[in-house]
């Protein structure tokens, strides 16, 4: 896959996911970038919305997307990759997000454990889209 293509990808990934969280922000009153705020201070990740009742259904209709499911297929020799090689991917996923949602990544930066709340964020995916596939 090309660069290119691959940023493409997690753009579309990464939009996928921050709408879920969206959507979990709307039901709490609060916009994305405070929901956000408030997971990385209470050290939530992905696999608490996966593994919560209330939220499963949000998780099962992301995953179930036909746009999702071909990235998944695209994607899935990622999901074996080493948590050390995902710590060091991070900073390509920061600048990702940073080309899609800049105040967002401003709230992971600067919040104390930010960046290691997304790596977590990044490895609890990894598993999560497993067993998708």
């Given at each position: 896959m090309s660069s290119y293509m691959k940023k493409v990808s997690a753009h579309l990934f990464l939009r996928r996911v921050f709408r879920v969280l969206d959507d979990v922000a709307k039901e709490e009153?609060?916009?994305l970038l405070e929901h956000v705020s408030n997971m990385i201070k209470s050290g939530e990740t992905l696999v608490y919305y996966a593994d919560s009742e209330k939220y499963r259904g949000q998780i099962d209709?992301?995953?179930?997307?036909?746009s999702v499911r071909f990235l998944l297929g695209r994607s899935k020799g990622y999901f074996n990759t080493?948590?050390?090689?995902?710590?060091?991917?991070?900073?390509?996923?920061?600048?990702?997000?940073?080309?899609?949602?800049?105040?967002?990544?401003?709230?992971?930066?600067v919040e104390p454990n930010g960046q290691e709340w997304f790596v977590q964020?990044?490895?609890?995916?990894?598993?999560?889209?497993?067993?998708y596939i």
């Open positions: 009153n609060v916009t209709d992301l995953f179930g997307r036909s080493p948590e050390s090689d995902i710590r060091e991917a991070l900073p390509w996923w920061m600048d990702r997000i940073k080309e899609i949602n800049p105040d967002l990544n401003y709230v992971i930066v964020m990044c490895i609890d995916l990894t598993k999560i889209c497993k067993g």
